[in-house]
């Protein structure tokens, strides 16, 4: 069962302006989707390992600092299941404010 074609920089300019920012991977992941190629990458994905990495904190370190099980940040980045949309949320202000990021280790 194949990806329909589709327009890859119309959908990518409708996820980021979805998303309020630019997602830099966004246009390759879509592009390897249409093509069936390799494992597919998803907005969320990128976006959870983009406030991870922002942070410069490992998996473990992060997934303490936000209270969630390292198991499941490993599953939202790798894919297998989504973050639920107040962790989006929560995500896409780390991204934005990484001085918020900090301000949760002292709460």
Excluded: Y
């Excluded at 790798?78 to 973050?83: I, S």
């Amino acid at each position: 069962m194949g990806i329909k074609k589709f327009d890859v920089e119309k959908v990518a300019a409708a996820i980021e302006a979805d998303a309020g920012e630019a997602l830099p991977d966004l246009r390759q992941a879509l592009a390897q989707a249409q093509a069936g190629l390799g494992r597919v990458t998803t907005p969320d994905q990128i976006l959870v390992r983009q406030a991870r990495e922002k942070s410069g904190l490992t998996q473990a370190a992060f997934a303490e600092r936000i209270e969630t099980p390292v198991a499941t940040l490993r599953d939202w980045e790798q894919g297998r299941f989504a973050p639920p949309g107040g962790v989006l949320c929560l995500l896409r202000l780390i991204i934005k404010h990484p001085e918020l990021f900090n301000e949760l280790s002292a709460a």
